[in-house]
């Protein structure tokens, strides 16, 4: 691995231990507490795409007429990242995509759709992602987790999107969704089967495919170039404090959490 790479998931460590051992996994006591993570969450499932078809438009060509851009490798990279993402296979092997398999899951387990909806509806409607927040009424922590990312995406630095997209999601995603696993199917039979097949799809992905090749593109991306590197940094710290907020924002929240309050 580029020694780069290592140096710079070193100076992340710290702040990635604080998002793994945060307590909103053991928290999730409840259905009605999974529920209500879902529900928020979805966000942050729905954003991820934005990080990822930016970087499809950065690195590859999506205008007319085409023309070669960029590098072959780096292109292959993430073209091979957006097909499993946003044509990936359900339980029956039909295509899908995560987001739309994460709201199949939302309605399995009987969570209220109705904000992320919203949101959809109004950005279908053409209006800008701060409005369709907004409009969504969602949670505080949630609108400033989803800006924080489009703050990276609008900023139209690759090397820096790559850097969010590769450890503030990819890198993280498969310890995070192992705290949530844990027993699910033996506590709520027949209520997540969707979910814990999202989860489990993520964890076998990303772990095996989507990071090794993450991991590859930002070496790419950043180079020799060290202002690269630090604002791959800087990036990537911004984007795991954030994820931390969310948490934080969601824990209290949480329906039995609540209660005890």
């Not at 097909?83 to 039909?94: I, N």
């Not at 969010?164 to 696993?181: K, N, Q, V, Y």
């Not at 020799?224 to 990036?235: F, G, I, P, S």
């Given at each position: 691995m580029n020694n780069r790479i290592i140096?710079?998931?070193?100076?992340?460590?710290?702040?990635?231990?604080?998002?793994?051992k945060h307590n909103v996994y053991q928290s999730l006591e409840t259905l009605d507490d999974l529920k209500l993570f879902m529900e928020h969450h979805v966000f942050a499932v729905w954003d991820f795409m934005s990080l990822l078809k930016a970087l499809q438009a950065d690195l590859t060509c999506v205008t007319l007429p085409w023309v070669p851009k960029g590098s072959p490798s780096t292109r292959r990279l993430i073209n091979e990242i957006v097909l499993e993402e946003e044509t990936d296979v359900d339980q029956e092997g039909k295509p899908v995509s995560h987001f739309e398999l994460y709201l199949r899951a939302i309605d399995e387990a009987g969570a209220d759709d109705t904000r992320i909806n919203q949101l959809v509806k109004c950005v279908l409607e053409g209006k800008g992602v701060n409005q369709a927040l907004d409009e969504s009424g969602v949670h505080d922590s949630v609108k400033a987790f989803v800006r924080n990312t489009f703050q990276?995406?609008?900023a139209g630095k690759?090397?820096?999107?790559?850097a969010a997209f590769t450890f503030g999601r990819e890198d993280l995603i498969p310890d995070m969704f192992r705290s949530l696993i844990a027993d699910l199917n033996e506590r709520f039979p027949g209520k997540l089967d969707t979910f814990i097949y999202y989860l489990d799809r993520h964890v076998q992905l990303?772990?095996?495919v989507h990071t090794p090749l993450a991991l590859q593109m930002v070496s790419e991306l950043c180079g020799e170039d060290d202002e690269k590197w630090q604002e791959a940094l800087?990036?990537?710290?911004?984007?795991?404090?954030s994820r931390i907020r969310l948490w934080d924002g969601i824990k209290e929240m949480l329906p039995s959490t609540v209660e005890r309050g």
């Amino acid at each position: 691995m580029n020694n780069r790479i290592i140096t710079l998931q070193q100076k992340l460590e710290e702040h990635r231990k604080r998002l793994l051992k945060h307590n909103v996994y053991q928290s999730l006591e409840t259905l009605d507490d999974l529920k209500l993570f879902m529900e928020h969450h979805v966000f942050a499932v729905w954003d991820f795409m934005s990080l990822l078809k930016a970087l499809q438009a950065d690195l590859t060509c999506v205008t007319l007429p085409w023309v070669p851009k960029g590098s072959p490798s780096t292109r292959r990279l993430i073209n091979e990242i957006v097909l499993e993402e946003e044509t990936d296979v359900d339980q029956e092997g039909k295509p899908v995509s995560h987001f739309e398999l994460y709201l199949r899951a939302i309605d399995e387990a009987g969570a209220d759709d109705t904000r992320i909806n919203q949101l959809v509806k109004c950005v279908l409607e053409g209006k800008g992602v701060n409005q369709a927040l907004d409009e969504s009424g969602v949670h505080d922590s949630v609108k400033a987790f989803v800006r924080n990312t489009f703050q990276v995406i609008d900023a139209g630095k690759p090397h820096a999107t790559a850097a969010a997209f590769t450890f503030g999601r990819e890198d993280l995603i498969p310890d995070m969704f192992r705290s949530l696993i844990a027993d699910l199917n033996e506590r709520f039979p027949g209520k997540l089967d969707t979910f814990i097949y999202y989860l489990d799809r993520h964890v076998q992905l990303d772990e095996e495919v989507h990071t090794p090749l993450a991991l590859q593109m930002v070496s790419e991306l950043c180079g020799e170039d060290d202002e690269k590197w630090q604002e791959a940094l800087e990036v990537s710290i911004a984007c795991i404090e954030s994820r931390i907020r969310l948490w934080d924002g969601i824990k209290e929240m949480l329906p039995s959490t609540v209660e005890r309050g």
